[in-house]
């Protein structure tokens, strides 16, 4: 029996088996706007066979986008964008959705990210980023805003509209984007966060603005909506952000109400050196998942049926998120049961219309009907 494809929970939210979607960017959107991009590419990995499909980085407002591209949710504009893809997946897919709602900071930018280029200068186009701190994510890249008072609120009620729009969508779940430089993690990184007013310093000083918003957006959706957060475990970088200190904001978010971690790294700084390899990130998750007993989702490089199996099945994590591998493979699913022995959904279409073609390559009762 599949551990990989046996049931799990994020919160209140059940799920068929332990494969996820990880959020990827696709930089395919007009004015934050979904396009018909987004009905092809996401309607191909609802129909993956695996359980949760996370949206990508979503942002809040207009200045928290990575790129001119990035999808937005920070308007009703928005949600009407989005909402006949939520549908169609709905009809023809069993699939889980999350969105990932995310603000870039410092690292936000007006730029293309394909031409190589990041955080454009107002004067050149870009926009005014905005960050803990006064510190430009590289040398020679502009210089954001250190947010004030005011500021704060307004990336707060940014976040907790946005997560309001992702329940009016019907989705049903929440990832704040807490990871890889973005603003969230600027605020718990020492590197990016030099404050010296009660939002910067120690670790609860730097915890403080990423749970007040957690705990906001928490409140504005109803518990039924698994709400979790993106983390990057450790900067790679001496003196940044690591594990120990991942693990007591953990437990932070666990008194919150948080529903599930989900453990990255990397991402707040040029000076970090990752030891890139198969599951190079898993360590982190299994410290996180053993040391605050959270759902944890682990993610990196995990790429083959059997590693995916072994990390739930010893327990490393809860659940394993697929990028690249699935981009790839988009039935990566399916041939990961095929190989482990387990029964995964395929659309109704492809198992009627060419059944001896399915029974051959996956064996008659490999393919479920949902
Ligand atoms: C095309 C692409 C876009 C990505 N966009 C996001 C994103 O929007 N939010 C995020 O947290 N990570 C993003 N990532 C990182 C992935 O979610 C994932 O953590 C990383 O690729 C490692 O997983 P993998 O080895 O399975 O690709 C992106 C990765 C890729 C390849």
């Known amino acids: 029996m599949s551990q990989l494809f046996s049931p799990t929970t994020l919160g209140q939210l059940q799920l ?10 696709q930089y395919s959107a007009v004015d934050g706007l979904a396009t018909d991009w987004h009905m092809i590419h996401l309607g191909n990995l609802a129909l993956s066979g695996a359980a949760l499909l996370m949206l990508e980085a979503t942002a809040v407002s207009p200045e928290g986008r990575i790129s001119a591209y990035d999808l937005g949710l920070w308007s009703d504009e928005h949600v009407q964008a989005l909402q006949p893809v939520v549908a169609a997946i709905r009809r023809h897919s069993p699939i889980r959705l999350a969105v990932q709602i995310a603000h870039a900071g410092r690292k936000a930018s007006s730029a293309v990210p394909w031409e190589g280029g990041a955080n454009i200068a107002p004067e ?14 590289a040398d020679g890249e502009t210089v954001p805003l250190a ?7 307004k990336v707060k009620a940014d976040f907790v509209a946005t997560a309001r729009r992702v329940h009016a969508l019907g989705i049903e779940a929440i990832e704040l984007h807490g990871a890889h430089g973005y603003l969230l993690h600027q605020f718990l990184s020492p590197l990016s966060n030099q404050r010296t007013d009660r939002y910067g310093g120690s670790l609860e000083n730097r915890m403080r603005f990423p749970l007040e918003v957690f705990a906001a957006v928490r409140e504005a ?6 709400v979790g957060v993106r983390i990057s475990a450790s900067d790679w970088v001496e003196g940044g952000w690591d594990v120990a200190q991942s693990v007591v904001f953990a437990n932070a978010l666990k008194a919150l109400g948080t529903d599930f971690m989900h453990v990255s790294s990397g991402g707040v700084s040029p000076r970090q050196k990752i030891p890139v390899g198969p599951g190079y990130q898993i360590g982190f998750a299994e410290r996180i998942r053993r040391e605050t007993g959270l759902p944890t989702i682990g993610v990196g490089l995990i790429t083959e049926p059997e590693q995916a199996e072994s990390i739930v099945l010893q ?11 699935i981009l790839y493979d988009p039935r990566w699913p399916w ?34 009907q949902r």
Request: charged share 15%; net charge positive.
């Open 221 to 226: 959706v109803p518990r039924e909506v698994a």
């Open 335 to 368: 041939h990961a049961a095929a190989k482990l022995g387990a029964q995964v959904d395929a659309p109704p279409q492809y198992w009627r219309s060419q059944p001896h073609n399915l029974k051959q390559l996956f064996g008659e009762t490999r393919l479920g």
């Open 315 to 325: 327990g490393q994590a809860d659940m394993v998120a697929l990028a690249r591998g």
């Open 16 to 25: 068929k088996n332990r494969i996820a979607i990880a959020p990827m960017c």
């Open 124 to 137: 050149h186009g870009g926009w005014q980023t905005v960050a803990p701190s006064a510190v430009p994510h």
């Open 147 to 153: 947010l004030d008072e005011a500021g704060l609120a």
